[in-house]
């Protein structure tokens, strides 16, 4: 791909993220009527706006660029050479409750490989965003992982949904607080790796997470100088896999502990 594509394609997620969160915005603010809908699994939600917003993302990339492929959590798609890979809403479970983290998730990936990547949280406005081998940025301007150098100090995220062994997640937690780590889940995977990328959490873990979840800020995290668990593993991108984003000077350590 030349640059004038892939520049192309870099102002055209950061846009579409834009847009879509003013849109999700509007339903989460209440100006928009919808309701929730369980996808059948424990505690899985979908809604309206979470359908609208996947449905905006869809048009707008069929207008810009007819021949890349789409996957989205809500319609599914295909991957293809060049791939849109969106989470509409992430962190639809804190939107129905009213809570103020979640987010809009945008990657592209081309051969296999992350090259862009656009997550923006409109109620803090913030976009995160990062093109392969450029840097990550906040708002513009260039961001670093933190340089956390033990696990003493540091703040984790350690992600758990009902799909994951509990015994395990409980394991795992333990052994990290018993560390000295602080660990926390905000429940939305996708905003959780952007403060990742930022410095704000100094890493990240779930034992596994969908791509439209993971995509995006896996590259955020890279760019911003951090380390990252090679995703998806041997299934397959559509099957997803483990995740662990770290500052550097924690990921050997969180990685041995991981197992993963």
Sequence with gaps: MSTIDLDARVEFAASLALDAGALALRYFNGELAYSAESKGDLQDWVSVADRSVEALCRTRLAQAFPGDAMLGEEAGGTIGERTWIIDPIDGTLNFIHGVRYWCISIAFVESGVRRIAAIYDPLADELFAAAAGCGA??????????????LERALLVHGYVYRHDLDAHLRLRRALIEAGAEVKDHGAGALMLAHVAAGRFDAY????????????????????????????????????GAVLASAAGLYDRLCAMAGW
């Design 137 to 150: 940025q906040l708002n513009g301007r260039p961001m670093r992982t933190s340089d956390c150098p033990a």
């Design 205 to 240: 873990l779930e034992p596994h997470m969908h791509p439209w979840d993971a995509s995006a800020g896996l590259l955020l995290v890279e760019e911003a100088g951090g380390r990252v668990l090679s995703y998806p593993g041997d299934r397959g991108l559509r099957a997803g």
